[in-house]
């Protein structure tokens, strides 16, 4: 096996001897590559947001069922997420193939290094879209709607670095939007307290994206890509912690809005949640390295972690 796979590129990021590499045929590699499928974080942080909107519809209708269409949400969800993560993250890397190859840790991805083509990069991206779409066909109309109307931000998302130093809120905006799809899913309609947990999250995901900017810091200031970790530059813990601190609000009081939390047992497993995700993204900052490529790395794979206490939290709120 292992040679067989010795003209296999290594993506810098991509942990050693994944599944990918180890269980896939080689001419599969370089397209699962470009589906980011050997670094799951980006697909759990993309799943994530839609179990927070479907767990926040639950808490709402003060009712945790678990009916068939419930269990197809998740299992559509969640194929979905690592579908339009990866077509995602093709058309990133279309758009930005001369600027990968200029960075260190993008040079070897499959377009700059020459093991995709334009053409099939976008063949690829296509048949990832189509197939994320067929599942999407099984929701309702309204949030058949609403996730389609997340395609503008999708496309525009790479583009941001160029002309803006925050391109991270166009992440947040479109990775985000599954809040808004996995709750539209359950209730089909829309509410306050979901638009306040999709800002909230918003936040999360500038304070997450920032600490991932870090890795490429030095090779965009060569390049001229513009970026939050760029910006905020010696102030980048201060704006990091400011994050947290509208994250967790936000997210609070879209919670409190639904009037669920209303027994004790409730407000317990509410204040503990709440109390660990704190101290867990404190954790984070006070950890972080700035100027360690890895230590970023490993900084912003643990806020798969804080996505988790989020759910949790919402299932011990609804049941």
């Known amino acids: 096996m292992n040679s067989l ?20 045929p080689n001419w599969s590699i370089p397209y699962l590559h470009l589906s980011r499928a050997d670094r799951p974080t980006g697909t759990w942080l993309l799943l994530l ?8 519809a639950c808490i709402e209708k003060n009712n ?13 969800c969640s194929i979905g997420a690592f579908l339009m993560r990866g077509a995602g993250c093709t058309w990133n890397d279309i758009l930005d193939k001369d600027y990968d190859a200029k960075v260190k840790r993008t040079q070897n991805r499959p377009i700059p290094s020459g093991q995709v083509t334009i053409r099939r990069a976008i063949y690829w991206m296509i048949v990832q879209s189509l197939l994320a779409f067929t599942i999407l066909l099984t929701f309702n109309k309204f949030s058949i709607l609403i996730a389609c109307l997340s395609l503008l931000l999708v496309a525009i998302y790479p583009l941001a670095k160029r002309f803006t130093w925050w391109p991270q809120i166009f992440l947040g905006l ?6 808004l799809v996995g709750y539209s899913a359950i209730t089909n309609e829309l509410s306050v307290s979901v638009f306040l947990m999709y800002l909230a999250c918003i936040f999360w995901t500038l304070f997450y994206d920032t600490i ?10 060569l390049i001229g890509v513009k970026s939050t970790a760029r910006l905020f530059g010696k102030k980048i813990k201060n ?4 994050f947290i601190i509208l994250f967790l609000s936000l997210l609070t009081i879209s919670i409190l809005l639904t009037n669920n939390v209303d027994n004790y047992f409730r407000i317990t497993i509410f204040f503990i949640g709440m109390s660990i995700l704190l101290f867990h993204l404190i954790f984070q900052i006070k950890n972080l390295n700035v100027s360690s490529t890895i230590s970023a790395l490993k900084t912003f794979k ?5 996505g988790f206490i989020v759910v949790l939290t919402l299932i011990g709120i609804s049941i």
């Open 49 to 56: 947001p839609c179990l927070f909107g479907i767990l926040l």
């Open 302 to 306: 643990s806020n798969r972690n804080s």
């Open 64 to 76: 945790f069922s678990i009916s068939f269409y419930e269990i197809w949400l998740l299992i559509a």
């Open 174 to 179: 479109a990775f985000n939007w599954g809040v």
């Open 239 to 242: 704006w990091l912690f400011l």
């Open 212 to 221: 991932y900017a870090l890795q490429d810091i030095k090779d965009d200031t």
């Open 5 to 24: 796979k010795k003209n296999i590129v290594k993506i810098p990021d991509s942990s050693e001897g994944n599944f990918v590499i180890k269980y896939f």
